[in-house]
């Protein structure tokens, strides 16, 4: 028993910590790729467009088979004194449909066979559009997943930044409240004024205000990382810290990769479009029953064969048109593309020149941090020796504390900065 119980405790701790190690940046978008519903849905759309190919090829290479049945009755009235007959010799004083176009009936049932013949072109026109198609739903779920990305990836860094300064409020907090012990030790010896220690006491209740708020705001942030993970949402000890790995410079910007493609709807259209202006040559083949009167029809079995052209002539210059509208379409499409090439390079030059201002600015922060914290080691020390007044030590903290914000901003202004050039950098 003492071994089972040991080996559930060790899958616990192990299931716990795997469950604390796996809320970081990565599990948040790996969830988000896998519930999104537009990937889900582009997926199918593919499969949809592989199906596609195979109805392209049976409708335009396969033999296509079917049967029809039909019966016709074109009856006289005053036919010879009869009121109403069914005849192939009808009266001249009858009344009815002319004896050449129905023959007084029609009895039959067939089976057919045709047959597309020449339409090789056709029907790969047909293809490569389809394939080009197929392609534009494959960029859409790169840009889908490429935006997923990005917008978990902001809101983790968002949601961390509101963890760090939690963090800090707490480290401060429980600072201020160790002073505050000495402080009441402090004035009962008279050393300190009891207005100093109400003083203290009242910053540490705004500080305990500001904690709460903080608190809401990161579940509130947490929250809405779940939401745009597609998963439910539940209660996390602690985030990681976010991790962006930097991308270098693709051979092929996405968006040439789209403008290229979007180019070659545009071709595939046009061709789609002209495939009516081919040489049409189908081949057909009947069998079956086919009769005008009923009497004898065992022998009216038989069988007929033969083969269509069709060559079109003139269309009011549709193709030339259509053609000339392809174009234009086309020279839009190259505008689109140079201005998207413009804006590209002047957004990551102006990235970089941020990031890089924001490190020397770390830096100096970083180095005036650092005096602070000095500072307020020797003011601790005066403080309870009487030398300076509770106002000057709290107005040191809030400076320090102040400064530590700043500093958590521009960390996280740092990884915004680093998130926002990966996404477009690519």
Not at 29 to 57: C, F, Y
Not at 137 to 158: C, G, P, R
Not at 280 to 302: D, F, M, P
Not at 401 to 423: A, C, D, G
């Amino acid at each position: 028993m003492k071994k089972f119980l040991s080996i559930g405790l060790i899958l616990l701790v192990h299931a716990f910590t795997y469950a604390q190690e796996a809320h970081n940046l990565e599990f948040f978008i790996e969830q988000a790729k896998t519930s999104s519903p537009k990937l889900s849905e582009n997926r199918n759309l593919e499969a949809i467009g592989e199906l596609q190919n195979k109805l392209i090829i049976a409708q335009n290479k396969a033999f296509q088979i079917n049967s029809t049945a039909e019966v016709l009755v074109a009856p006289y009235l005053n036919n010879n004194g009869q009121f109403i007959a069914i005849t192939t010799m009808p009266s001249t004083n009858a009344y009815g449909y002319d004896v050449g176009i129905t023959n007084g009936g029609l009895y039959s049932t067939q089976l057919n066979i045709t047959k597309n013949l020449l339409n090789q072109s056709v029907t790969n026109n047909l293809l490569f559009q389809n394939k080009v198609n197929i392609t534009a739903i494959s960029l859409s779920s790169e840009e889908i997943t490429h935006n997923l990305v990005k917008n978990i990836s902001d809101a983790y860094i968002i949601a961390y930044q509101l963890q760090l300064q939690n963090e800090f409020t707490q480290q401060i907090l429980r600072d201020l409240e160790n002073r505050l012990k000495v402080f009441e030790l402090l004035v009962k010896k008279g050393i300190l004024m009891e207005s100093d220690y109400l003083l203290l006491q009242l910053d540490i209740e705004e500080k305990k205000i500001e904690l709460l708020q903080l608190k809401n705001n990161y579940v509130t942030a947490v929250n809405q990382l779940f939401s745009l993970s597609g998963i439910p949402a539940e209660e996390i000890a602690q985030l990681e810290e976010p991790i962006l790995i930097p991308i270098r410079t693709p051979e092929s910007f996405f968006y040439k990769q789209k403008f290229k493609n979007d180019s070659l709807q545009l071709i595939a259209e046009r061709q789609v479009f002209e495939n009516q202006y081919k040489p049409q040559l189908s081949a057909y083949a009947n069998t079956g029953v086919n009769a005008v009167e009923l009497s004898n029809i065992e022998h009216k079995i038989g069988a007929s064969a033969g083969m269509r052209l069709t060559i079109p002539l003139y269309d009011g210059n549709q193709k030339k048109t259509n053609a000339l509208q392809t174009k234009l379409k086309q020279e839009n499409l190259e505008f689109y593309k140079q201005n998207s090439e413009l804006q590209l390079a002047n957004n990551l030059m102006s990235l970089q020149q941020q990031i890089k201002a924001l490190q020397e600015n770390r830096t100096l922060l970083g180095k005036q941090i650092s005096k602070q914290e000095n500072v307020l080691e020797i003011y601790k020390g005066k403080l309870v020796q009487g030398q300076i007044s509770i106002v000057d030590y709290l107005n040191v903290v809030q400076s320090y504390k102040q400064n530590i914000y700043t500093q958590v901003q521009m960390q996280t202004n740092y990884w915004l900065l680093q998130s926002e050039y990966i996404f477009i950098n690519w």
